[in-house]
T-cell receptor, first 116, second 110 residues
Framework: GAVVSQHPSWVICKSGTSVKIECRSLDFQATTMFWYRQFPKQSLMLMATSNEGSKATYEQGVEKDKFLINHASLTLSTLTVTSAHPEDSSFYIC????????????FGPGTRLTVL | RKEVEQDPGPFNVPEGATVAFNCTYSNSASQSFFWYRQDCRKEPKLLMSVYSSGNEDGRFTAQLNRASQYISLLIRDSKLSDSATYLCVVPVGAYDKVIFGPGTSLSVIP
């Protein structure tokens, strides 16, 4: 099946620093990737849609200047959490769209961010 | 009405039992649907896709009722390894962006 990797798998940082998370589709090309955030005991919430070669589309309420997304190639999208604060601590999960016709998404293993 | 709603659960069932979850959606234009399972502190994994009236894969059966706008997932002969949260996923707009339901927690007990 389709494999998506994320790096790092977990990160602890101080308040005010920036954290970069990478999402890679390992065995397929993905023009579209998605970034989600999941707080404890809640479902996944879509943050933004990342399209290769164009600007990301952010969901309502998600600050684009705080969560910088770069879809550098057909296999790599990055999410940078700038000036992280404790309330940004969450589980960040990316997914890659395998087949736009059917909308099947494959998820990376997630990155657990803890901001002290 | 919320975009995607699921049985709140949790469901606690004995091994071997049959259990069914329901999911309702509000966007009547949605065409394809998905069931994912998510284990604690892990990423969601695709369980089944549903494009027509239903789909069956071993012990798992998904059914779609477009008129009533709901999808169901039936698990037969439950195994301990089926314990997880089951997420109903519905596309919104074009075949890319999706909405995740809140999930239904299942615990299969010996």
């Amino acid at each position: 099946g389709a494999v998506v990797s994320q790096h790092p798998s977990w990160v602890i940082c101080k308040s005010g620093t920036s954290v970069k998370i990478e999402c890679r589709s390992l065995d397929f090309q993905a023009t579209t990737m998605f970034w989600y955030r999941q707080f404890p005991k809640q479902s996944l919430m879509l943050m933004a849609t990342s399209n290769e070669g164009s600007k990301a589309t952010y969901e309502q309420g998600v600050e684009k200047d705080k969560f910088l997304i770069n879809h550098a190639s057909l296999t790599l999208s990055t999410l940078t959490v700038t000036s992280a604060h404790p309330e940004d601590s969450s589980f960040y999960i990316c997914s890659a769209l395998l087949d736009p016709t059917f909308g099947t998404q494959y998820f990376g293993p997630g990155t657990r961010l803890t901001v002290l | 009405r919320k975009e995607v709603e699921q049985d709140p659960g949790p469901f606690n069932v004995p091994e071997g039992a049959t259990v069914a979850f329901n999911c309702t959606y509000s966007n009547s234009a949605s065409q394809s649907f998905f069931w994912y399972r998510q284990d604690c502190r892990k990423e969601p994994k695709l369980l089944m896709s549903v494009y027509s009236s239903g789909n069956e894969d071993g012990r798992f059966t998904a059914q779609l009722n477009r008129a009533s706008q709901y999808i169901s997932l039936l698990i037969r002969d439950s195994k301990l390894s089926d314990s997880a949260t089951y997420l109903c996923v519905v596309p919104v707009g074009a075949y890319d962006k999706v909405i995740f339901g809140p999930g239904t927690s299942l615990s299969v007990i010996p």
